[in-house]
């Protein structure tokens, strides 16, 4: 990804705290994707939806999915999709609770309602919002070290 761009600091002490403006002929994936780096800084996650972009907070996140190459941001009422890949996810947030539960997917275990045994070790998840997920078998031990059994 590359993106030219004009960037101009402009510093005083009459400025209470520091402002990031954009400006652009048009929002593409490559700002989207600047915009999403930014906010990692502190630690919020920027989603697109019907062709504007939210700032969300990793608490109202349920879990990340990806398909097809594109990675979705689930919450209890919204699908959003985020530039940022699952492996990124995994590190950035796992200090706010996050685990990898499968190839596919990263979960968010404050909204894990239900824990129940699946067959070929594995765990079925129930969410908050009633979606339903597997743990793969590889990463149980890891989510029942989180837990405490």
């Known amino acids: 990804m590359w993106i030219l761009l004009k960037i101009t600091i402009d510093e005083s002490i009459d400025y209470k705290e ?3 403006i954009i400006r652009c002929s048009e929002v593409t ?3 989207i994707a600047l915009l999403s780096t930014i906010r990692t800084q502190d630690k919020k996650v920027i989603g697109t939806c019907d062709n504007k972009i939210h700032v969300l ?4 996140i349920f ?5 097809d190459k594109k990675t979705f941001v689930y919450t209890k ?3 959003f999709e985020t530039t ?3 492996y990124e996810i995994e590190e950035l947030y796992k200090t706010h609770g996050f685990f990898r539960a499968s190839k596919s997917s990263v979960v968010n275990v404050s909204k894990i309602k239900e824990i129940s045994n699946n067959f ?3 765990l079925d998840i129930t969410l908050e919002n009633g979606e339903k997920l597997t743990v793969s078998r590889q990463y ?5 070290h989180i837990l405490g059994f």
Not at 57 to 60: A, I, K, M, N
Not at 140 to 144: D, N
């Open 84 to 86: 940022l890949r699952l």
């Open 63 to 67: 879990y990340f999915d990806s398909v």
């Open 29 to 31: 994936t490559e700002i």
């Open 77 to 79: 009422e919204n699908v």
């Open 140 to 144: 149980v031990p890891f989510l029942k």
């Open 120 to 122: 070929h070790a594995k």
């Open 57 to 60: 907070d990793p608490h109202d």
């Open 18 to 20: 520091p402002e990031i």
